[in-house]
Nanobody, 119 residues
């Protein structure tokens, strides 16, 4: 069974950094895309960043571009989200997700990890 498990969330002051990890298990092949989404209280879930299976192509939302970096270690089946210069508006539950093929939407999700940025 394919699973994703996030870790690394927590409380940090504005301007600080956190690194989230997403460990994938049960995969028989590398997923087409892996990414991060977030959902703040009272808001819809929004896209944050994604990386292709080979890790050679990344995409970011405008709100995090230049501050966040997504990377993956295929040997460890792990995807990371390095978050720098954090702002209070980055406070949210962060979810790791995967698209198992180009013909499917985001079809595998983790349980989420809370990130809280204090001002």
């Amino acid at each position: 069974q394919v699973q994703l498990e996030e870790s690394g969330g927590g409380l940090v002051q504005a301007g600080g950094s956190l690194r989230l990890s997403c460990a994938a298990s049960g995969w028989t092949s590398s997923p087409y895309l892996m990414g991060w989404f977030r959902q703040a209280p009272g808001k819809e879930r929004e896209f944050v960043a994604q990386t292709r299976g080979s890790g050679d192509s990344t995409l970011y939302s405008d709100s995090v571009k230049g501050r966040f970096t997504i990377s993956r270690d295929n040997a460890k089946n792990t995807v990371y989200l390095q978050m720098n210069s954090l702002k209070p508006e980055d406070t949210a539950v962060y979810y790791c997700a995967a698209r198992t093929s180009a013909f499917r939407s985001w079809n595998v999700w983790g349980q989420g990890t809370q990130v809280t940025v204090s001002s």
